[in-house]
């Protein structure tokens, strides 16, 4: 092998050590982005921008013709052709609430991170993971410690089927008694068993288990059944 084989080899082996530290993360956390996507994005990444920049100089023209090509041309492919994948991963659930842009941008980081290693920016490229995985793991940790007050919070949908329709009020108010802050409320008329369907979009503490919130509710009078979403 000469120096330019083993250079390749390199390259490819750190990019996929790298992209094998993004995808643990969201394996970890059982998020569609995975050890073998991100291996294969990073990878893949990486080889296509050392064939881009090797092939500007491998093809260099001749007399009667002369070809200029940009080093990273193809590389520059890469970043928005990633976004098709990206955009598989984004789902919109009920109420406006959206999951997935994390992982989508790691995808996004992953082919980054094989880009950057393949034009041969290996300390840049490790420092880039390191970044990366500080700012999905510890600071948003750090900031629900000792973060503004809003950030102590989180969003959950809560809804409360109500036996009785003159209820619906009382319910409401012990609810926002029980420290939980509503921003949009639905209501709608269940035909079937003249019951009503209370669904809240609340704002609760995030150190304050899910459990806790619906042994609160669950107590109150004309309160039926209760359903949670996180």
Excluded at 49 to 57: M, N, R
Excluded at 128 to 150: A, D, M, N, Q
Aim: aromatic share 4%; proline share 3%; charged share 25%.
């Amino acid at each position: 092998m000469d120096y330019l084989d083993l250079e390749l080899l390199l390259k490819l082996g750190i990019s996929a050590i790298l992209g094998l530290i993004i995808g643990l993360e969201r394996e970890l956390k059982r998020k569609p982005l995975g050890l073998k996507t991100s291996l294969v994005i990073s990878i893949i990444s990486c080889l296509l921008t050392i064939v881009s920049i090797e092939s500007a100089y491998i093809f260099p023209g001749s007399d009667n013709v002369r070809i200029q090509m940009d080093p990273l041309r193809l590389a520059a492919q890469i970043v928005s052709g990633i976004g098709f994948l990206g955009a598989g991963v984004i789902l919109r659930r009920g109420n406006d609430h959206i999951s997935g842009l994390t992982t989508a941008a790691m995808i996004w980081g992953a082919a980054g991170i094989g880009i950057t290693v393949g034009a041969g920016f290996y300390v840049e490229a490790v420092a880039g993971v390191i970044l990366l995985i500080i700012s999905v793991e510890f600071i948003p940790y750090t900031l629900i410690k000792i973060g503004p007050k809003r950030l102590l919070k989180r969003d959950i949908i809560i809804k409360i089927t109500v036996s009785k329709q003159e209820s619906l009020e009382k319910v409401i108010e012990k609810i926002k008694e029980d420290k939980i802050t509503i921003s949009h409320t639905r209501i709608k008329d269940l035909k079937e068993n003249a019951n009503h369907l209370l669904e809240l979009k609340t704002r609760v503490n995030a150190d304050r288990p899910i459990t806790n919130v619906y042994y609160a509710i669950s107590k109150i009078e004309d309160v039926q059944s209760i359903e949670i979403i996180n």
